[in-house]
């Protein structure tokens, strides 16, 4: 039996390499053995390669060992699956969602809260359907999420199921999305003034951030309606330009009720850019580590979630 005491020094190496102590209580030499796998004790190595992108060789290098010593702790990790969810959901208010694709047509759906910009559930090879969704939004709301507002690129299915699950909660379209489609539709050097005109004050939307500003941008956008709204709609031509000045005008019109919720509440994020620039972020990492198995792949976006949330 040893004494236990916590004054200790270093007393030489073992046969073996291992450093021994020696208690300065009771003179007796002695090793630390971890009661825990070698893998897990290495689980700072899995962590670099996750979060830093460290390559199997370098992280040899580092460590001092070789590249199949590293393999077996990061495949020893890989086969392990994080949790998924953080504790007591139903503190967070304000939410976004947004997905990216990795092989069309699934990729990644994922939850961030917009006060904090953390990620607080994702999901991996789904698909932005009806029925996915529904499903990823069952699951917080069994975990006890109950926001009050939403902020999304203004998928259909998104804020239907977003509706039918929570009917209370504000929707807020990114008006990013809402730029950049319009603007592409409306064209850089449009020849027609109408889509001129509409450019103009998309322009602006992102500049939008007092109530009086959104006032003024919906009254611009009536008056721009007023003047060439009947004219859109029963002009007979069906051309690409004319067609998209169409869809333009279409999206803005429903886009609009979604727009400026944000004004009202500060806590509620007008883009999705938080979660937008965490994808880029994953998508980067996960280039350097390309040639995971499907299994592998699915564990290693979970991994990368549970342990770099922001």
């Not at 990790?77 to 998924?84: D, F, G, R, S």
């Not at 950049?180 to 322009?203: I, M, V, Y």
């Not at 994953?282 to 979970?302: A, M, P």
Request: glycine share 4%.
């Amino acid at each position: 039996m040893y004494c236990l005491s916590s004054k200790v020094r270093c007393n030489g190496k073992s046969s073996k390499g291992k450093q021994r102590y020696l208690c300065l209580s009771c003179k007796r030499s002695f090793q630390w053995i971890s009661s825990k796998p070698l893998e897990q004790r290495r689980f700072n190595w899995f962590k670099l390669w996750i979060k830093e992108g460290y390559s199997v060789r370098e992280l040899a290098v580092m460590k001092r060992v070789s590249q199949s010593t590293v393999k077996r702790v990061i495949n020893y990790w890989l086969k392990q699956t994080p949790k998924q969810f953080v504790d007591e959901l139903s503190k967070i208010k304000h939410v976004i969602f947004d997905g990216t694709f990795l092989k069309r047509p699934r990729g990644i759906y994922a939850a961030m809260d917009s006060e904090t910009h953390q990620l607080f559930n994702a999901a991996i090879n789904v698909r932005e359907s009806a029925n996915d969704l529904l499903r990823f939004y069952s699951q917080l709301s069994e975990a006890g999420l109950n926001p009050e507002s939403a902020t999304t690129d203004g998928n259909t299915a998104q804020m239907k199921q977003l509706k039918n699950l929570w009917p209370e909660i504000k929707l807020q379209r990114c008006i990013v999305h809402v730029q950049r489609q319009g603007l592409s539709w409306c064209r850089r050097n449009p020849k027609r003034t109408d889509a001129k005109h509409l450019r103009e004050l998309l322009l602006k939307l992102t500049e939008v951030k007092t109530k009086e500003e959104s006032l003024r941008f919906i009254k611009g956008f009536y008056a721009w309606e007023n003047r060439f709204g009947s004219g859109i709609e029963s002009s007979p031509n069906r051309g690409w330009v004319f067609s998209d000045l169409i869809r333009a005008r279409s999206m803005l019109t429903k886009a609009l009720p979604y727009l400026f919720h944000y004004i009202d509440d500060s806590k509620i994020a007008r883009f999705t850019n938080a979660l937008e620039g965490y994808f880029s972020r994953v998508k980067e990492h996960y280039r350097l580590h390309r040639g995971l198995s499907k299994r592998n792949k699915i564990n290693y976006f979970r991994w990368y979630f549970f342990l770099k949330p922001k």
